[in-house]
């Protein structure tokens, strides 16, 4: 059974700053990962995808990595701003021929930055 | 123009009434999904589904069912609703070749 955690739960730190959020799953045998944030009260807005045979996403200040033999991702947050504050969720997609596996979610971070 | 929408975003009901959520993906994705988030705020999937199969997550009881009239729209029909349902109720689709879900705004149901 996968398992998707996510370190830390919460987060407060300084407009400008670099940060890291922290996501491990417990299969390797994925076949993507997935970061969203969700707004309080709001949807999930997709950030950014990796597929297993990546490495690495970038989309302007934010960075994905993958390492699918550790079970780790990190998603890299550059020059924090007011509003990046959000929840942070990690999703693993589970490799299956069948291919309609839905995504196991971690439990997200929640980061507040603060002007 | 909404990639993922779903419809009633409010949803207040009693105990024992059957109620349906309605969602549409104009994404042309193959696969659709059930999402439930909890008071805790966790995403669990509840089904998957295209035109081929359907998987069903073992902890969803079977008052919940999914129909797809076709392959753009997958709608939740719940019976006998119980207090343990209230959460908000997320759909999303995804191109299986792609990998990427997109979800829909939700739908935050209560039941009394």
């Known amino acids: 059974k996968q398992e998707v955690t996510q370190i830390p739960a919460a987060l407060s730190v300084p407009e400008g700053e670099n940060l890291v959020l922290n996501c491990s799953f417990t299969?390797?045998?994925?076949?993507?990962l997935q970061w969203f944030r969700q707004d309080p009260g709001k949807g999930l807005t997709s950030l950014l995808l990796i597929q297993s045979s990546q490495r690495e996403q970038t989309s302007g200040r934010l960075n994905a990595s993958l390492d699918k033999s550790s079970g780790r991702s990190t998603l890299y947050i550059a020059a924090s701003q007011p509003g990046d504050s959000a929840t942070y969720l990690c999703a693993v997609r589970r490799y299956s021929g069948g291919g309609a596996d839905g995504l196991t979610f971690g439990k997200g971070t929640h980061l507040i930055i603060q002007p | 123009d909404t990639a993922v929408s779903q419809t009633p975003k409010y949803l207040v009901t009693q105990m024992g009434n059957d109620k349906s959520i309605k969602c549409e993906q104009n994404l042309g994705h193959d696969t659709m999904y059930w999402y439930k988030q909890d008071s805790k705020k966790f995403l669990k999937i509840m089904f998957s589904y295209n035109n081929k199969e359907l998987i069903i997550n073992e902890t969803v009881p079977n008052r919940f069912s999914p129909k797809s009239p076709d392959k753009a729209h997958l709608n939740l029909h719940i019976n006998s609703l119980e207090l343990g349902d209230s959460a908000v109720y997320f759909c999303a689709s995804s191109q299986f070749t792609s990998g990427s879900s997109s979800f829909g705004p939700g739908t935050r149901l209560t039941v009394t």
């Open positions: 299969d390797s045998a994925i076949y993507n």
